[in-house]
């Protein structure tokens, strides 16, 4: 135990003093980007190509010997045997004591059984389940309780069991490919239940609810709003066996709901909710894109997988990603990043990553239970270009913050308005340029020259720069590309949880709003029984429960 507490002490003494030295390297440099590319060959040192995406990060505040001391710093830590284990199926989620093995969802039939033994088999006969329901759904053979072809389809789910589905339905809109009309359902406001099921017909909707336990609360009160909709509208209960899917871990519950067993699809306590769009949790998904395509999304992540396992770090695009982004949050101490997709297709790709990466990454305690000494996860928000330069692209531009940012574009767009998409990346590019070059007091009064006078007016034009930046792009967005990039993030975050000293694959944050909120609704019904709310709370459901005009 001793020798345990010792190596613990010493490893976390040396990631402190080496993210000590980080921070200190850019005290004495306090250099410009726009210092670094006096080296003509920096945008080709700095970028690199991996399962059809090409990553430029010449745009960093970072040189070659840092980034080389980063890395050789990553290869001490153990970062090789880390990733080796994931992959094999080992319990790297020690809290919860489980393997992490979403990557495996995507892999060859031969890795399947190799890594996970005999229960390949249960794997593999879901999937064969899931594409057969695709099939008869989208091919009209599995009908509605009243015959009809199934015109809809609602997903009902939250969190992990939400966010994958609802980015990948609107980033591969143009490879929707079934003819259903596929809606998801997550927010347990009851006017977004309502908005819902006034654009569905319940003798053509089928239903699918996602929750491993089979009791989430918010996900549970949709599908008991949904079921008595479709039992009002259909007056039989044959309608719940017949129309609906469920996705689950708890068998006897959804049987309890109402379902059949065969209508029944697997979840696996080692496949984590934010990372489970590669299980049967995709299903709304490939109810809309088909078979076929969804394939090519599960092959795009497993060439990001491979790549991932592969290469040597100073070529491993998630490896980079994450180091880089660890220089930024503990080197240069920047607080925020920034995901900026140039694509509307993509608009929901920034709050997926803030599930995946603050849910990770956002902890204060190492695997060992011992108070961690640096910063961990940054704050992640963005939304798709153009929109972000005229909202909160000012504060990043003018104000004192620096926001490290992921610029992702497709090289071709989707529609036929070519001279727009021209425009789209042509402010993708300026924006990443604008971020880092900044302009200067004396650029400002120059362009002033000849104008007339307003005080203090080139003051107002400065725009501080010196902002770090990534660009990612791809060929097209396609099933492939989706799934490479979302695999790509995925890995990033696990380097950094590696090397953060962190269990990326838990969430124990989430649960005490949970618990809280049992009592808040105990006592919204009963104000005698016994709380821990504070005094401002227990105003707030005072004034919820008498419901007086404020």
Not at 161 to 174: D, W
Request: charged fraction near 20%; proline fraction near 2%.
């Amino acid at each position: 135990m001793f020798n345990q507490l010792l190596f613990i002490w010493i490893v976390n003494k040396n990631t402190m003093e080496f993210f000590e030295q980080l921070s200190s390297k850019y005290t004495a440099h306090s250099r410009h980007i726009n210092d670094l590319f006096k080296d003509k060959l920096r945008a080709e040192k700095f970028s690199l190509n991996a399962a059809d995406l090409y990553l430029d990060y010449s745009k960093q505040n970072i040189t070659e010997q840092e980034l080389a001391s980063i890395i050789s710093w990553a290869e001490d830590n153990n970062l090789s045997s880390k990733i080796a284990a994931m992959f094999c199926g080992e319990k790297i989620n020690n809290t919860e004591n489980r393997a992490v093995l979403h990557t495996v969802l995507r892999a060859p039939s031969t890795t399947k059984r190799d890594v996970l033994g005999g229960i390949a088999i249960e794997v593999e006969q879901a999937e064969q389940q899931m594409a057969k329901i695709v099939d008869e759904v989208s091919q009209g053979q599995l009908l509605s309780y009243s015959g009809k072809k199934f015109t809809d389809v609602l997903a009902i789910g939250i969190g992990g069991s939400y966010y994958g589905i609802k980015v990948g339905l609107s980033a591969l809109h143009p490879y929707h490919a079934t003819g259903l009309n596929v809606h998801v359902l997550a927010n347990v406001d009851g006017a977004a239940v309502t908005e819902k099921l006034e654009k569905l017909t319940a003798e053509s909707t089928l239903v699918v609810v996602i929750s491993k336990t089979f009791t989430t609360q918010e996900t549970m009160l949709n599908a008991l709003a949904v079921k008595k909709w479709m039992l009002t509208a259909l007056k039989s209960s044959d309608a719940i066996e017949k129309q609906w899917f469920a996705v689950s871990a708890n068998v006897e519950q959804v049987k309890a709901f109402g379902l059949k067993e065969s209508h029944i699809l697997p979840m696996w306590d080692w496949v984590g909710g934010r990372f489970s769009l590669w299980s049967a949790v995709g299903l709304p998904l490939a109810l809309a894109i088909g078979n076929e395509h969804f394939q090519q999304l599960k092959q795009g992540a497993h060439a990001m997988d491979m790549h991932f396992k592969e290469a040597g770090f100073s070529q491993n695009m998630p490896v980079l990603m994450a180091l880089i982004g660890m220089w930024n949050r503990n080197g240069l101490n920047y607080q925020a990043l920034a995901v900026l997709p140039y694509d509307h297709a993509l608009r929901a790709l920034p709050g997926y990553l803030q599930q995946t990466d603050m849910e990770s990454n956002g902890k204060s305690v190492s695997n060992t239970g011992e108070k961690l000494a640096w910063a961990t996860a940054p704050i992640v928000f963005g939304q798709e270009g153009t929109n972000g330069q005229h909202a909160f692209m000012q504060l990043m531009h003018q104000s004192d913050d620096i926001i490290p940012t992921d610029f992702i574009v497709a090289l071709n767009g989707t529609s036929e308005l070519v001279e727009h998409h021209k425009v789209l990346v042509a402010n993708c590019f300026a924006q990443s340029e604008a971020l880092m070059q900044g302009k200067t007091l004396e650029q400002a009064q120059a362009e002033l020259v000849g104008e007339p006078p307003v005080k203090n007016l080139a003051a107002h034009k400065t725009m501080k720069g010196n902002t770090p930046s990534n660009t990612l792009l791809m060929n097209a967005l396609t099933p492939e590309s989706l799934g490479a990039v979302l695999a790509l993030y995925e890995h990033k975050i696990f380097v950094q949880g590696v090397l953060w000293q962190l269990n990326s694959y838990d969430q124990w944050g989430v649960e005490l709003g949970k618990e809280l909120g049992t009592q808040v609704l105990a006592l919204m019904d009963d104000n005698s029984v016994e709380h821990q709310m504070s005094d401002s709370s227990l105003h707030l459901i005072k004034a919820f429960t008498e419901n007086k005009k404020l």
